[in-house]
Structure formats: C-alpha cells, structure tokens
C-alpha cells in the first residue's frame, strides 16, 4: 500500500515526485523478481491517461496530471504491471477515485482516478474484477477495490 507524494502547485516538488517514482518501480521490480505476483495499491497521485480525469485540457500542468507524472507511471506499467480498473474497463468514462472539497465536485463528478491497484501479469490469473465505489462516502477519495480468486 502506498500514498505517493503529490508535485504540489506549480509543480514546485516534480523533481522529488519523479525521483519517488522511480524509487517505487525500481523496488516493485525487484519484489518481482522472486516470481511471485506483487500487487500495489494506494494514492498514486497521477490521473494516467486524459480519460482518467474530468476535465483535462483545463488540468494539463497540474499537480498530479504533467506529462512527466503520466509518463511516470507509464514506464510503471511498461515495467510489467498492469493497471487492474483499466485491466476490465479500457475505455470506461466518468470513473474517479478524488474530488476536490470545493465547488460541488463530488456531487457533480468533476474528479480525478488517482487511486490504482497494480498487478504482475503472473497475478492477473488470479485476478476476478475491480471496482471503484463512489457511493462510499467520507473522504475526498473513494475506496478503489478488486476481487481475487
């Protein structure tokens, strides 16, 4: 489980956040090198991919949206990890984990996915569904979770 940390405004940590993330795969890499499947999960602090976010042109050099912090986690993915919620649902809209506590987000979906669980392929037998509850309230983010069997 992880919390990554954010970039902040204007993007004024990016340098820390970049180095963390490569931290983060390099030490995922290595837990999947013993074979067995690894799977993460937490506040990655980066919508992925322009679908991930409701309004992303507006959003482009935010804190958690940078070409850098996306490619971040792509070269994430690309290290052998698959994002579980994208896994079943590729092309699925509307689908956020955080809102902010300002303007109504929450009830009008203006949100972010920010929340991920990652799995090694050798895992994704394994792996049943994933979802996102946003009908759980409590939080500014919602409970991302999947099924294993």
């Given at each position: 489980n992880v919390y990554t940390p954010n970039s902040q405004d204007e993007l004024r940590r990016l340098p820390y956040r970049m180095e963390w993330d490569?931290?983060?795969?390099?030490?995922?890499?290595?837990?999947?090198?013993?074979?067995?499947?690894?799977?993460?999960?937490?506040?990655?602090?980066?919508?992925?991919q322009e679908i991930?976010?409701?309004?992303?042109?507006?959003?482009?050099?935010?804190?958690?949206?940078s070409?850098?912090?996306?490619?971040?986690?792509?070269?994430?993915?690309?290290?052998?990890?698959h994002d579980t919620f994208r896994h079943f649902y590729p092309?699925?809209?509307?689908?956020?984990?955080?809102?902010?506590?300002?303007?109504?987000?929450?009830?009008?979906n203006v949100g972010?996915?920010?929340?991920?669980?990652?799995?090694?392929?050798?895992g994704l037998g394994n792996l049943k569904s994933a979802e996102i509850l946003p009908q759980v309230m409590g939080s500014d983010h919602c409970p991302v979770t999947i099924t294993l069997g």
């Open positions: 490569e931290a983060f795969r390099l030490y995922l890499g290595g837990l999947a090198k013993t074979g067995k499947p690894v799977i993460f999960c937490g506040d990655l602090n980066v919508a992925h991930d976010i409701a309004r992303p042109k507006e959003n482009r050099k935010s804190a958690g949206f070409d850098e912090e996306r490619a971040g986690f792509g070269l994430l993915l690309e290290s052998g990890f092309d699925k809209k509307d689908a956020y984990s955080w809102w902010s506590l300002r303007g109504g987000a929450r009830g009008r972010w996915r920010i929340d991920y669980f990652g799995v090694t392929p050798n």
